[in-house]
């Protein structure tokens, strides 16, 4: 029997890669960039196709004050609005004030916005004085990807002109997406790996889990033995190892920012001593600043991590 030939193979040939990887999928009006090593997810970015990328500089025009709140909205060059906090004294409705985007929106909050030291007394009204980094550059300059794989002709093309133009990877490790039998979406799961990436219970290969609660003062992790399942085979120390290792890639993935609250399982004092030292260690390896401060008498972790940019549940 002659079998039929396959329209095209590239889900049989990307399924097989390995090493460092970026995803990249559209998804609404939201671009969402994965990055995987070795087919684990290791990070998961968010751009917002129709506003301006953070870091952007350009002329803003007040479109109202408040004064009561020390606040104004402020219309930027792509005619969307921003929010501008501690604003200058004497700001008045249709002047010309130079900000930079500080915050993308988020949980129907809008973009915000800071004033900077810039002459803007012979620009025009609503210019672009910089462009920010579009969230490829960010993550080209924190890693050597051994691919790059996206089914948006937009991105193939910016990415592949942008690594031209500033040598920074091998095109030759750029590829368009081309397979009608299996999307791109479904080859990487990518909508289960981000619905996995905001749920609150994570569930951890000794059965044990940790469930994670976002506020908005800080960030609240419980970690479970599930003594039913494998984990009362193994100790409460290996437990916590495990919850710690997936906790800190939650950070990263999440991006989980401020004071972090970890309740772990308690343990004897020379337990939560090794385990303070290993949860340092994994510190020194997040891609935002993250301190671990102390595990308190009563077991809980108490970490903070350094604020960059939204939370994946707010963007999500």
Known sequence: MIKPKLKNSDSLVFSKTGGFELVIVKKDDKYAYLVFENKNLAEIEIENISELPIGTKCVGKVSSVSKNINSAYIILPDKSKAFLKNIPEGLKCEQNIPVEVTRS??????????????????????????????VYEDLLSRYSFDLILTDVDEIYDDISIYCKNQNVLDL???????????????????????????????????????LIEETNAFTVIDVNSAKNGKSGKISYLDINKEAADEIFRQFNLRNISGIILVDFINMKAEETKELF????????????????????????????????????????
């Open 172 to 210: 030759s490790r750029i590829h368009r997406y081309n397979d009608s039998m299996v999307k791109l979406n479904v080859l990487y799961s990518v909508t289960k790996r981000i619905e996995e990436a905001t749920s609150k219970l994570v569930w951890l290969k000794s059965g044990a889990n940790i």
């Open 105 to 134: 929106s988020s949980k129907g909050k809008l973009m915000s916005v800071s004033v900077i030291d810039e002459d803007i007394e012979h620009k025009s009204d609503l210019t672009i004085i910089s462009m920010g980094k579009r």
């Open 277 to 316: 030292k290993y949860l340092n260690e994994l510190s020194k390896h997040q891609k935002s600043f993250t301190k671990v401060v102390d595990i308190t008498a009563l077991g809980i972790a108490e970490i903070t991590r350094k604020k960059q940019g939204c939370t994946l549940s707010d963007i999500i």
